[in-house]
């Protein structure tokens, strides 16, 4: 089946909003199996709306439309798709009953609710009504003619609990086969290389099929297959995702579609029983945010040191006075020096540490805007990395930040 992806609100055409909604939902019909060939962002304007809908429903199976779903006059999605399907509004009484429960659970029994909100209860004839736990406008699924109309609201927080509670479901119950998929994740090797040692299996696929995503500083590679039942897709996964394995070995950090890098690293770094300092001076404290976002991260992370100045360096990493000033703290042995201080000076058994010039000013001939050195201690071995990265000052600091993960796991598993 084929599924198109139409995104409303001028504001998104405008630049004041990321379209995050568009990256998510064309990964979720992609694990689904759904072929998604057009992806459209249109205003709040009824006209260009009303072709755009039209213009999908002729030529796609599914057509998923995201926002322009609230109680203002903007708002004008839900009256505009009836439309194009020649269908009439009627109000849901279910719906009108749960926006009234909503405002007076959040604004308390004396809150008089607006007469726009009202709205948000009129639902094309017909009309599978989807209930909205996290705001008010529902969500809808409106069928014609072997046509379907997906509704959803714009917010991130409302849309993607709805989409994987009662979309999803649905969306199963129409596909004739089992569509079953899992995500081989790498990192330390660049996406030109990776896709050069698969190649061949590409060139080549036909169920199940491998689809490369490239990350800031990994590589996801989505294995899909179908059959007639779930238990026979996977059998089909099996063989290609071991020789996956096989091919990129240790490169490879996770199956498991919901574990990051980071969580990675934390669990193989508690299993091993060793602990952290993170000693940073252009990632600020990024590097040290990442391991933190993990449940259990105490067990490992001790110490988050944000070294910027030179004296910091001196004071707490125990970095010499004569390196800082022979050769500066951009330095393959200014971060040397970081990295086997960080263990030190703090006790612990490993230490990450980053020195760099993220820009957009300071840089020079000899030491340019994205140098980054990376300097990772483990169990007394140290290893330094020279990176040269580029784009904004925050695209450098992410792609430092990653790529510190990347060497520290890569020296955990060497080291100890």
């Not at 689904?32 to 962002?41: F, I, N, P, R, S």
């Not at 007469?115 to 599978?128: H, L």
């Not at 988050?304 to 004296?311: D, E, Q």
């Not at 125990?318 to 086997?340: C, D, I, N, P």
Request: net charge positive.
């Amino acid at each position: 089946m084929t599924a198109e992806l139409i995104t409303v609100g001028t504001e998104i055409l405008m630049g004041n909003i990321v379209n995050t909604n568009a990256a998510y939902l064309s990964e979720m019909c992609a694990r689904l199996g759904l072929d998604v060939y057009y992806e459209t962002t249109v205003g709040d304007n009824e006209k260009r709306m009303y072709e755009t809908i039209r213009t999908a429903l002729d030529r796609s199976d599914i057509v998923i439309l995201c926002g322009g779903l609230g109680p203002t006059q903007d708002d004008i999605t839900r009256e505009t798709t009836a439309r194009v399907m020649d269908l009439a509004l009627t109000e849901d009484r279910h719906t009108r009953k749960r926006i009234e429960k909503y405002f007076k659970t959040l604004r308390g029994k004396d809150y008089k609710i607006t007469k726009n909100n009202w709205r948000q209860a009129m639902v094309p004839q017909g009309a599978i009504v989807l209930d909205n736990e996290n705001g008010t406008a529902p969500g809808l699924i409106v069928e014609k003619k072997g046509k379907t109309a997906i509704l959803l609201p714009g917010p991130p927080g409302e849309l993607k609990p709805m989409f994987e509670r009662q979309v999803v479901p649905y969306l199963e119950k129409k596909q004739s086969q089992a569509i079953c998929s899992c995500m081989v994740k790498i990192c330390g090797i660049g996406e030109s290389m990776v896709e050069t040692m698969i190649e061949d299996l590409i060139s080549s696929q036909k169920n199940p099929t491998i689809a490369p995503y490239a990350k800031v500083g990994e590589v996801h590679l989505r294995v899909t297959a179908c059959a007639s039942e779930e238990k026979k897709a996977y059998r089909l996964i099996r063989p290609v995702v071991k020789e996956l394995k096989k091919r990129f070995g240790r490169h490879i950090y996770t199956t498991d579609e919901k574990v990051t890098l980071e969580e990675s690293l934390v669990a193989m770094m508690a299993k091993k029983k060793l602990t952290l300092t993170c000693a940073e001076s252009c990632t600020g404290g990024a590097i040290s945010a990442r391991i933190v976002n993990v449940p259990g991260a105490s067990d490992v992370l001790k110490q988050g040191l944000v070294t910027y100045s030179n004296k910091a360096k001196r004071h707490y990493l125990g970095v010499k006075k004569e390196t800082l000033k022979s050769v500066g703290a951009v330095s393959r042995q200014t971060a040397y020096e970081m990295a086997k201080g960080g263990c030190r000076q703090t006790g612990t058994d490993a230490c990450i540490a980053v020195t760099g010039i993220a820009g957009p000013s300071g840089g020079t001939k000899d030491k340019p805007v994205g140098l980054v050195y990376i300097g990772c201690c483990v169990n007394g071995h140290v290893k330094v990395t020279e990176n040269h990265f580029s784009g904004n000052r925050a695209k450098i600091r992410e792609q430092s930040v990653v790529s510190a993960l990347t060497l520290l796991r890569s020296c955990v598993l060497k080291y100890s």
